[in-house]
C-alpha cells in the first residue's frame, strides 16, 4: 500500500505541511487501477472523519449506500472534474472501499495521490507525476479557494510560557541541576517552577514542554509518548512473557533483559520487527525467524493506531519543544535554551505514515528484578527532533534571543 508509493512520503506530507494543507495519501497497486477499486486504509479513513468529509463507521453496507462526492484531479498539465466514491462492499466484512472515478487514465501503478481536504469538494493530486511547486504556483487562486488551511493563534497561556522562556534565555548558560540526560529537561522545569510528578498530565496549565540538546544525532531520539500494547488481545500477555520469550541475559548484570528498538524498516538484532496493518489500523511487534529454509513470522504483541492517536492527542494537544546549546565548564554541564517549537492539533493520518517510514520507532525497556518478575520503563515511542513537525497540523518556530 503506502509503502509501494514510488516517491518518498514524508517529504511529500513536509511539503504540504509547509503549505498549511491537511493532507491523506493512497497508493494506486496494478491489481487497484485494474479493478477500480482500493482500500480505504485506517489512516484514509481517520482523515476523512476528522475532516467530517466521510464517516465510514456510519456507513451501511452496499452498493446502493455509495457515497459520491464531486472531485478535483491534478495530475501532470492536466485539472479533470471527476468523482470519488466510498463505499463498504456486502462481502469481507464490509472492508472500507474508496476509488476516484478516472483514475486510470492520469495514474500509474505506485504513485503517490494526495487526497487534501476541502469545504467544497475532494481534490486529489498525483504527487508522483506533478511538479507540486509549480502547481501550488500556477493554480494558486484556485487552490487556495478550495483548500483548507490551518491557522492557529497564540493562546494567552502559550503567550505567557513563551516570554518566561525569553527571560530564562537571557540567564544566559545555565549550570544542570541534575546529571544525565535528563538534566535538560529537569533544569528548564525547575526554573518554570514545575516540580518532578508522575502524572501524565500535561506539564504547564495545558501545555506539554519537552526539552533537547541542539546537535543531537539520530541515535539520541525524543520520547514523543509511551503507550502499553493490547496485551488482552496480543499472543504475548505482559512485560514478562516479552521479556521470557524475546529476552537475553546479560552477563554483566546478571539478569534477563530486553532493551532494544524497534522499526518497521527492518529487523533489529534480536529479530523483532514492526509490522503496521493499514487495512486493520495494527501496529504489530513481530519476531522472524527460518524453519530450515522456510521463513516464520511470530506475532507477539500490537497497538491499535487509534490508540496511538488519541494517546498523542491527550499527550500533546499543544507542546513547547524546547532546545539547548550546553556547554561544560568545570565538568559540570551547562545549558542556554535558545529556540522553541510550538506544535498543536494531531494529524492523525501523519502517524502511519512516520511509523512505516521508520522516523518514529519504538523502544522496549525491560529487565528483570532480583524476585523474578519483570518491570518495564514504558513502551516508548520515539523519533528524531527533525521529524517531529510532520506530526501535527501546526508548527511554529521561535528564536528566545528575539
Known amino acids: 500500500m503506502l509503502s509501494q508509493s514510488n516517491i518518498s512520503i514524508p517529504e511529500t506530507l513536509m511539503f504540504f505541511k509547509n503549505k498549511g494543507v491537511k493532507v491523506a495519501f493512497i497508493v494506486p497497486t496494478h491489481t487497484g487501477l485494474n479493478k477500480s477499486i482500493m482500500d480505504a486504509t485506517s489512516g484514509l479513513r481517520l482523515f476523512l472523519k476528522s475532516n467530517k468529509i466521510h464517516d465510514f463507521d456510519s456507513q451501511p453496507q452496499g ?14 498539465e492536466d485539472v479533470v472534474e471527476t468523482t470519488t466514491s466510498f463505499y463498504r462492499p456486502e462481502t469481507k466484512a464490509g472492508d472500507p472501499r474508496v476509488w476516484i472515478y478516472d483514475l486510470k487514465k492520469y495514474s500509474s501503478a505506485g504513485d503517490l495521490i494526495a487526497l487534501v481536504s476541502s469545504e467544497t469538494k475532494l481534490v486529489a493530486i498525483n504527487c508522483s507525476n506533478c511538479d507540486l511547486d509549480s502547481l501550488f504556483n500556477n493554480y494558486s487562486n484556485e487552490l487556495n479557494r478550495i483548500l483548507s488551511h490551518k491557522i492557529a493563534i497564540l493562546s494567552p497561556v502559550a503567550a505567557v510560557l513563551l516570554e518566561k522562556l525569553r527571560v530564562i534565555n537571557r540567564m ?44 543531537r544525532n539520530r541515535a539520541s531520539q525524543t520520547t514523543v509518548f509511551s503507550q502499553v500494547p493490547l496485551w488482552a488481545e496480543s499472543n504475548l500477555k505482559s512485560s514478562y512473557e516479552v521479556l521470557e520469550k524475546r529476552g537475553r541475559y546479560n552477563v554483566v548484570k546478571e539478569r534477563n533483559q530486553l532493551f532494544h528498538e524497534i522499526s518497521c524498516k527492518s529487523p533489529n538484532s534480536y529479530s523483532m520487527q514492526l509490522e503496521l496493518d493499514e487495512v486493520e489500523g495494527r501496529l504489530h511487534q513481530v519476531y522472524l525467524s527460518e524453519d ?27 507542546t513547547m519543544w524546547v532546545y539547548a546549546a550546553t556547554r561544560r565548564v568545570g565538568g559540570v554541564e551547562e545549558f542556554r535554551y535558545t529556540t522553541v517549537k510550538h506544535t498543536m492539533g494531531v494529524d ?23 524476585s523474578g518478575a519483570a518491570k518495564d520503563q514504558g513502551y516508548l515511542f520515539k523519533m528524531a527532533p527533525k521529524y517531529i513537525p510532520m506530526l501535527f497540523e501546526y508548527v511554529k518556530n521561535y528564536d528566545l534571543s528575539k
Do not use: C
Open 63 to 76: 452498493t446502493e449506500y455509495k457515497k459520491l462526492l464531486p472531485t478535483l484531479l491534478f495530475s501532470k
Open 172 to 215: 544566559g548558560y545555565v549550570s544542570t541541576l541534575r546529571s544525565g540526560d535528563t538534566g535538560v529537561g529537569y533544569t528548564l522545569e525547575t526554573l518554570l517552577g514545575i516540580f518532578a510528578n508522575s502524572s501524565k498530565a500535561p506539564d504547564y496549565e495545558g501545555i506539554e514542554i519537552k526539552s533537547g540538546r541542539i546537535g
Open 292 to 318: 530450515g529454509s522456510t521463513p516464520i513470522k511470530e506475532y507477539d504483541v500490537f497497538w491499535m493506531i487509534e490508540t496511538l492517536i488519541s494517546r498523542i492527542e491527550q499527550k500533546h494537544a499543544e
Open 348 to 370: 492523525p493520518s501523519a502517524v502511519a505514515i512516520l511509523l512505516e517510514s521508520g522516523y518514529m520507532t519504538v523502544h522496549y525497556l525491560i529487565k528483570q528484578l532480583p
